[in-house]
C-alpha cells in the first residue's frame, strides 16, 4: 500500500530534550516536506526536500533541523525542543516531475513539549 | 508572498451545493491545489488548477482566475460525510507550499 510513515504517532517530552521525528514513504518520490499545524492557523511549511541530499527552509524552520540522505526519510529533528514546539506535525510527499503533483500526507504527529 | 485568504467557517444542507472561495496575493504559482481534512486526521487530495477555468471531478470542482486571485471549490449533492476543514494551498517551482488557514463546512440534515 502506498503510504507516507510517521513515528512517533504522539509523543510528551520535556523542554531540551533532543528528539526525531521519521518519516518514510514507499511511492519513490523525490520530494518530501514537514509541516506544523495549529489551532487556527493551517499548515505552515517547516522544511522541505526535492531530492536526495537537498533541502530548503520553508516559512517557519527556526528550532528545526532535516536531514535527507536517503530518498525513501525526511526525518525531522528538534535539537532543544521548547512549549512552542508543541504542535501537531504531519510528513508529506510528491512527485516532482510532470508539472504538478499532489501531495500524500502522513497520519501526523502529535507532539508535547512540556 | 503568498497570503492565501479563505472563510472560517460555512455551513450547508444536505444535497445542497456550496462553494468555498480562496483569495491570495502571490508573485507566482504553479498550481492550486485543495485538499480535505477531517478533524483528528492528514488532509487528503480533492483537486487541482494550474491554467484558469473549471476542472471537475464527480462531486468536487475547482475554478481559478490568476488574474483576479481567485479560486473556489465547489461541492455539490452535498452528505454528512463532507462536514471538514478545506484547505487551499499554492505550490511554487521552487518546492515551498503555503495553505490558507481552512474552512470549516459543516453540512446540517
Known amino acids: 500500500e502506498a503510504q507516507v510513515t510517521q513515528n512517533p504517532r504522539y509523543l510528551i517530552t520535556v523542554t531540551g530534550k533532543k528528539l526525531t521525528v521519521t518519516c518514510s514513504q514507499n511511492?519513490?518520490?523525490?520530494?518530501m516536506s514537514w509541516y506544523r499545524q495549529d489551532p487556527g492557523l493551517g499548515l505552515r511549511q517547516i522544511y522541505y526536500?526535492?531530492?536526495?541530499?537537498?533541502?530548503d527552509k520553508g516559512d517557519v524552520p527556526e528550532g528545526y533541523k532535516v536531514s535527507r540522505k536517503e530518498k525513501r526519510n525526511f526525518p525531522l529533528i528538534l535539537e532543544s525542543p521548547s512549549p512552542n514546539q508543541t504542535s501537531l506535525y504531519f510528513c508529506?510527499?510528491?512527485?516532482?516531475?510532470?508539472?504538478?503533483?499532489?501531495?500524500?500526507f502522513g497520519d501526523g504527529t502529535r507532539l508535547s513539549i512540556l | 508572498g503568498q497570503n492565501i485568504d479563505q472563510p472560517t467557517e460555512m455551513t450547508a444542507t444536505e444535497g445542497a451545493i456550496v462553494q468555498i472561495n480562496c483569495t491570495y496575493q502571490?508573485?507566482?504559482?504553479?498550481?492550486l491545489f485543495w485538499y480535505q481534512q477531517h478533524a483528528g486526521e492528514a488532509p487528503t487530495f480533492l483537486s487541482y488548477?494550474?491554467?484558469?477555468g473549471l476542472e471537475e471531478k464527480g462531486r468536487f470542482s475547482s475554478f481559478l482566475s490568476r488574474s483576479k486571485g481567485y479560486s473556489y471549490l465547489l461541492l455539490k449533492e452535498l452528505q454528512m460525510k463532507d462536514s471538514a476543514s478545506y484547505l487551499c494551498?499554492?505550490?511554487?517551482?521552487?518546492?515551498?507550499?503555503?495553505f490558507g488557514d481552512g474552512t470549516t463546512l459543516t453540512v446540517k440534515p
Open positions: 508529506a510527499s510528491r512527485f516532482v516531475g510532470g508539472g504538478n503533483q499532489p501531495q500524500h
Open positions: 511511492m519513490n518520490h523525490e520530494y
Open positions: 526536500s526535492m531530492n536526495v541530499e537537498v533541502t
Open positions: 502571490t508573485s507566482g504559482f504553479n498550481g
Open positions: 488548477n494550474v491554467l484558469d
Open positions: 494551498a499554492l505550490n511554487t517551482n521552487a518546492g515551498k507550499s503555503t
